[in-house]
């Protein structure tokens, strides 16, 4: 979801698997809400095996001046994801029953506004 040149609102992702074995060690993304993104919900997803030192499960990126708010993330597996399994800007978020495993890096990594949290 790109919402750097103009808002996104209410959107929602369901019942998506994807599964990264063949895609090889690049910088690889799963799921990812940028800039301008409001009420994205993800529900019931999963990311599996994802190589590579950037790979991010899912990830809510700013663009620096606007950030993606209001998500909800539920009933998420996110497993053998070499860099993050779940992080970024998630001001005014939800996240409900997501499990997280075998990440390399962080597993779940959280920002809203100037504060952080990191697993």
């Not at 994205?40 to 809510?60: D, E, P, R, W």
């Not at 998500?71 to 996110?78: A, D, P, Q, S, T």
Request: glycine letters at 18%; proline letters at 2%.
């Amino acid at each position: 979801m790109d919402g750097s040149t103009s808002e996104i609102s209410p959107c929602s992702i369901e019942r998506l698997w994807i599964n990264g074995e063949r895609v090889g060690s690049g910088t690889i993304y799963g799921i990812v809400g940028y800039g301008d993104v409001h009420g994205l919900s993800v529900f019931g997803c999963g990311i599996v095996t994802l190589a590579g030192a950037g790979t991010k499960g899912i990830y809510l990126q700013s663009t620096g001046t606007v950030e993606p708010s209001g998500c909800y993330l539920e009933r998420i597996l996110v497993q053998n994801v070499w860099g993050t399994g779940i992080g970024g800007a998630f001001g005014d978020s939800t996240l409900h029953t997501c499990h997280v495993q075998r990440s390399r890096h962080r597993r779940l990594t959280l920002r809203a506004g100037d504060r952080m949290m990191t697993l």
